[in-house]
């Protein structure tokens, strides 16, 4: 089995500060990815703007309160607002985060960590079916960035990662700086974790800055993709052929001509791997 | 180590572990058991990883409520805003998905809190900030335009029942707080004023945000068109304020602003 997702080239986040450049329609880029949650909304100029994304370029909806991992119940109310979402956008897919952010109805607004043992394995892989079937499509899983792991781990994060996409039967959306930062900060090969990731599983890719803290790499998607993370990107390349790439960028928002060049790169450098330099410059 | 704890016991003692006290403090409340279950390792050891995700915790919160409430802010400045937002946000769990509901609760805490009330106006500032935040999302709806009230018979209009739009809030402050509110917005520090009933309408038209401050005479006449009454049995306001004739004239300019302010829906039809 497969990611069953169109291949859209690269995009980039939508993010308020472009909301203009979206209106007047010169904001030009292969795809929009959208955060579910902040189009959640009863009218406004938000979705005047996912309107016209929309009718300009393909959309994706990118979630950040699904809570796969949660133990608490799925939230209907959220999961029957995101089916009308989809229904009402009909993006090319739909992704969450291989994550849990709320508990005992009290949600954290963060992507927090889970232990990869056997249980939370077929918890989140019942939980991933549950919201495939009630949209009727298949989603995308990303992994998160993270600054802890559990000691009663029984397998590296990307055996969970992919388990959790063969027995639910999601694509994977393979966040290349969130493996490096994840890596830097528990200690593993980020190569290894990607090459470790069945190729045909993985629909999209997410490229984002981070902030070095000293102790710690923490996941700002602030600043350009950093050079060992365009490195990995190529890696990633290599080993899955072309995929739909998206650059986040969420703190210190830049101009939409800044953003939309990040895009590029990412373009030229997925030309350069797969087609070598003669296709770069073709 | 004990047995292993299950997946549901592990969120629970982690969310309380970073969400049960803000600031420096949250590390004091970290759970033992929990810290036993982290893997400690290079530079971090598990408190300090566990405080990563505590200080984040109270950051992205504290960062939207800076920004719903950027008036109410520039009052206090940043660090009194930060320990009062801090005491609301112990106290008010977000229990929605969506981060946007996060400040839904903040006026009446202010109202509430025994500290703040030495600043009595706040509440009410943070009510005009939090009517501004409900209405830039409110559902849409076509507004009345002025052709479309030409077309209907003048005889006809005392008959009409009228709608404002969803995205209108009416507030009545004990304080001018939308002077408040302006002045914040140009950077200037809030002075003490003197409490002034005061009643506005906050609307959206198109894309943009709105305030106004209403008199006597058009918030009755609002409010009663509000509670379903029709135009000219609101309008009877005017025989307290106007003589007779300026009343039907000053009850079409009334309308007319309205109208241009894109806050009524289009009218039902005469009875």
């Not at chain 1, 100029?45 to 979630?63: I, K, N, T, Y």
Request: proline residues 6%.
């Amino acid at each position: 089995m497969a990611c069953r997702v169109p291949y859209l080239g690269h995009g980039v986040g939508l993010r308020t500060k472009h909301y203009p450049r979206v209106l007047d329609g010169t904001a030009r880029v292969d795809w929009f990815e959208a955060i579910s949650e902040n189009f959640m909304i009863p009218g406004g100029r938000p979705l005047a703007v996912l309107e016209r994304a929309r009718a300009d370029a393909p959309l994706v909806l990118h979630g950040v309160s699904l809570s796969l991992g949660s133990t608490d119940p799925l939230n209907e109310v959220y999961v029957q607002e995101l089916a009308e979402l989809t229904r009402r956008f009909e993006p090319a897919w739909v992704s969450d985060h291989l994550c849990w952010g709320s508990i005992d109805g009290h949600y954290a607004h963060d992507l927090l960590p889970l232990p990869f043992t056997e249980e939370a394995l077929a918890h989140v892989v019942a939980r991933v079916g549950a919201v495939q079937e009630r949209l009727g499509r298949q989603i995308l899983v990303e992994n998160v960035s993270s600054y802890l792991a559990f000691a009663h781990s029984v397998m590296p994060e990307w055996e969970f990662l992919a388990e959790v996409a063969e027995r639910a039967d999601c694509g994977i959306l393979l966040d290349v700086n969130n493996v490096y930062v994840s890596a830097a900060n528990h200690g593993f090969r980020a190569e290894a974790y990607v090459t470790a990731l069945p190729r045909r599983r993985i629909g999209q890719i997410h490229l984002a800055g981070h902030t070095d803290k000293g102790t710690h790499l923490l996941d700002t998607h602030e600043g350009h993709v950093s050079a060992p993370v365009w490195e990995l990107y190529r890696l990633a390349v290599r080993h899955c052929g072309p995929v739909s790439t998206l650059v986040e960028w969420d703190e210190g928002v830049p101009e939409f001509d800044l953003l939309r060049a990040e895009a590029e790169c990412a373009r030229a450098i997925e030309a350069e791997v797969l087609h070598g330099a003669h296709a770069q410059s073709a | 180590m004990g047995p292993m704890p299950s997946l549901r016991e592990l969120q629970m003692r982690f969310l309380r572990s970073i969400a049960d006290a803000p600031g420096p403090a949250a590390s004091d409340s970290f759970d033992a058991r929990l810290l036993e279950l982290v893997r400690g390792q290079g530079r971090l050891g598990a408190a300090k990883r566990l405080d990563i995700y505590a200080q984040m915790y109270w950051a992205r919160l504290l960062d939207v409520l800076r920004e719903d409430f950027s008036r109410v802010v520039v009052c206090l400045g940043t660090e009194r805003f930060t320990e009062i937002a801090l005491g609301y946000l112990a106290g008010n769990r977000s229990v929605r998905p969506s981060v946007r509901h996060t400040g839904a609760c903040f006026a009446e805490f202010l109202a509430g809190d025994a500290e703040v009330r030495t600043w009595p106006f706040l509440s009410d500032l943070a009510r005009l900030e939090w009517a501004r935040v409900e209405v830039f999302d409110a559902p849409d709806a076509e507004p009345l335009r002025v052709a479309q009230l030409q077309a209907i018979p003048a005889a006809d209009w005392p008959g009409l029942t009228f709608k404002l739009i969803p995205a209108v809030r009416l507030l009545h402050c004990g304080w001018p707080v939308h002077e408040i509110w302006a002045r914040a917005g140009d950077g200037g520090l809030c002075e003490p004023m003197r409490p002034a009933e005061t009643h506005l309408r906050v609307w959206r038209d198109g894309f943009t945000v709105y305030q106004a401050s209403m008199d006597a005479i058009e918030r009755l006449v609002l409010e009663r068109i509000v509670a379903g009454e029709s135009f000219g049995a609101a309008c009877e306001t005017f025989a307290r304020g106007v003589t007779a004739e300026d009343a039907p004239g000053e009850a079409a300019k009334l309308l007319l602003r309205w109208i241009e302010d894109g806050i009524l829906e289009s009218p039902s039809a005469p009875r």
